[in-house]
C-alpha cells in the first residue's frame, strides 16, 4: 500500500492489539489488511478487555460526545480526535401502533434512518474506517456500494478532506446516486450486481493502493456497527433486549451486533443474557436464509433479484458467521417476497411515522412473519433495526401508495374530494376485511 507504508508500523493504542484471523487465530499488525496469510479466513480487531474493564465505565461512556465517539475505547483508532459527523445515539423508538398491530407488548425499533449525515447505519462504520484510514495514511478513499455505502464515504471523506473514488452498479436507484453525486466524488457505475463491483474493487485496491473501506480496511470498518449494539443497551438502561431483527446482506451488521452485546458483557457493563438474534432478507436474494433453513454451514452464492437492492448480496462475506449466531442464539433467518417488503415500508410509516428504504421494509415484512410463526413471545423486549431513509428508494413504492386530490380552490370542490377520499378509505377496509 504505497501511500500506508510509513504508517502501518506505528504502535496501537491502549484497547485494540491486532487483528486476528476468525478460522485460525493467527495475529497480525493492525495495517491495511484484511485476509489471512494462513488460511485465507477473515481479519478482525482485538482488544485488551482488561484495560477497557479497568478504564472504562458507564459514567465515562455517558459523558462522551453524543456520537458513536463516546463508545471510541471500543472502537479500532488511536487517536483522540477522530472523524465526528455527529454519527449516531439515533433514537430508540418504543412502538406502540405497530406493536399493537402485531400483538407484541415491549417492540423498540432503533431508527437509523435518520443517522447523521446521510440517512443510513452506513456513516457509522465509514466513520471509524475513514478515521482509521487517516491515521493509516491514506490520502484517496474508496468503496463497493449497493448505495448506502457510497452515500457515507463520499459525505465524509469531503468533510475529512480526503480524495474519494466509490464504485456502483449501473442500475442503481436514482436517489441514491444524486446522494453520493452531490458530494463530488468520482463515482465509476459498473455494469454488473454488487458481487462483480467488488469483484473489481479488490483488484483496483491491489493495484492502486487506495483505502477500501469495505476491502482492506474492512476489520475497522466493521467495527463501526457494533455501536448499534452499544447504544441500543444504553438506551434501554444499560441492559440488554431479549430479541433483536436486523438485515443481512454481507452479514456483518448482523454478527457485530452480537459483538457489541458480547463486549458489554465481558467488561461488566450489562448483566449476561441470552438475546435471540433473527435477520431478514429478500427472497430474491436469500442466500442466508437458505442457508439457514436447510440447516447448512456453508453459504450457497445466489444472483440477486429483488427490490431491495441494498442488501442484494449474492455472495455474503459473513454469511457463515450470521447463519451460526442465529442458531446458536435460538434466532431465525427468514426471508420475504418484493410484495411483502412494499407493505413492511408501508406498514411500518402508517403506523410509526418511519419512512424507510427497502432493507426497512424486508426488516418488519420479517418481523411480522416471525411474529405470525409464533417466534416471537409478545412478551419479550424486542428490537428492530431499521438501517436507511426511504427517500433513497421511492422507485420501489412507487404506484403502491395513494396520490394527491386535485381540487379546485373552492370549498365545494373540497367537500367534494373529500367524501371521495372517505368512500375510498371504506372500500380498502372492506378489502382489508375480505
Not at 458489554?264 to 436469500?286: H, M, N, P, T, W
Request: proline share 5%; aromatic share 8%.
Amino acid at each position: 500500500m504505497t501511500q500506508a507504508t510509513q504508517h502501518q508500523t506505528q504502535q496501537t493504542s491502549a484497547t485494540f492489539k491486532a487483528l486476528k484471523c476468525k478460522e485460525c487465530g493467527t495475529e497480525y499488525e493492525p495495517q491495511a489488511i484484511h485476509v489471512c496469510e494462513e488460511c485465507f479466513g477473515p481479519l478482525e480487531v482485538s482488544y485488551d478487555y482488561d484495560a477497557l474493564r479497568r478504564h472504562v465505565t458507564r459514567e465515562t461512556i455517558q459523558a462522551g460526545p453524543n456520537s458513536i465517539w463516546r463508545y471510541r475505547p471500543f472502537l479500532p483508532v488511536m487517536t483522540d480526535n477522530p472523524i465526528d459527523v455527529g454519527t449516531g445515539m439515533t433514537p430508540l423508538v418504543k412502538s406502540n401502533r405497530l406493536a399493537r398491530r402485531l400483538g407484541l407488548k415491549n417492540l423498540y425499533i432503533k431508527n437509523d434512518a435518520v443517522n447523521m449525515p446521510t440517512l443510513s447505519f452506513k456513516d457509522r462504520v465509514v466513520s471509524v474506517a475513514l478515521t482509521r484510514a487517516k491515521e493509516l495514511g491514506f490520502s484517496t478513499v474508496s468503496c463497493a456500494s449497493t448505495g448506502n455505502l457510497a452515500n457515507s464515504t463520499a459525505a465524509i471523506a469531503a468533510h475529512a478532506g480526503l480524495d474519494c473514488c466509490v464504485f456502483i452498479p449501473a442500475d442503481l436507484e436514482a436517489g441514491k446516486v444524486l446522494g453520493t453525486l452531490i458530494y463530488s466524488p468520482t463515482v465509476m457505475a459498473v455494469e454488473g450486481n454488487y458481487d462483480q463491483v467488488n469483484r473489481l474493487c479488490c483488484e483496483v485496491a491491489n493495484t492502486h493502493g487506495w483505502g477500501f473501506v469495505n476491502i482492506n480496511l474492512r476489520p475497522y470498518y466493521s467495527e463501526g456497527s457494533k455501536t448499534l449494539g452499544y447504544e441500543v443497551a444504553e438506551q434501554l438502561g444499560w441492559k440488554l433486549p431479549d430479541h433483536i431483527v436486523a438485515p443481512l446482506a454481507s452479514g456483518s451488521l448482523f454478527t457485530k451486533i452480537y459483538k457489541g452485546f458480547q463486549e458489554f458483557i465481558q467488561v461488566g457493563l450489562v448483566d449476561d443474557k441470552k438475546v435471540r438474534f433473527s435477520g431478514a432478507q429478500a427472497e430474491g436474494c436469500s442466500p442466508i436464509a437458505q442457508a439457514f433453513r436447510e440447516g447448512r454451514d456453508f453459504v450457497t452464492p445466489v444472483k440477486p433479484n429483488t427490490i431491495a437492492k441494498s442488501i442484494a448480496i449474492g455472495n455474503p462475506a459473513d454469511g457463515v458467521y450470521a447463519v451460526d449466531i442465529a442458531q446458536k442464539t435460538g434466532g431465525n433467518i427468514e426471508s420475504v417476497s418484493d410484495a411483502e417488503i412494499v407493505e413492511g415500508m408501508k406498514l411500518l410509516a402508517e403506523t410509526e411515522g418511519i419512512f424507510t428504504e427497502t432493507a426497512g421494509g424486508t426488516t418488519i415484512a420479517v418481523l411480522k412473519k416471525l411474529v405470525e410463526a409464533g417466534k416471537i413471545d409478545p412478551d419479550e423486549t424486542t428490537v428492530v433495526y431499521i438501517t436507511g431513509n426511504g427517500l433513497k428508494t421511492q422507485e420501489a413504492i412507487q404506484g403502491y401508495i395513494g396520490e394527491p386530490l386535485t381540487i379546485e380552490p373552492k370549498l365545494d370542490s373540497f367537500e367534494r374530494a373529500l367524501e371521495r377520499s372517505h368512500t375510498l378509505d371504506r372500500l380498502e377496509w372492506q378489502q382489508v376485511l375480505i
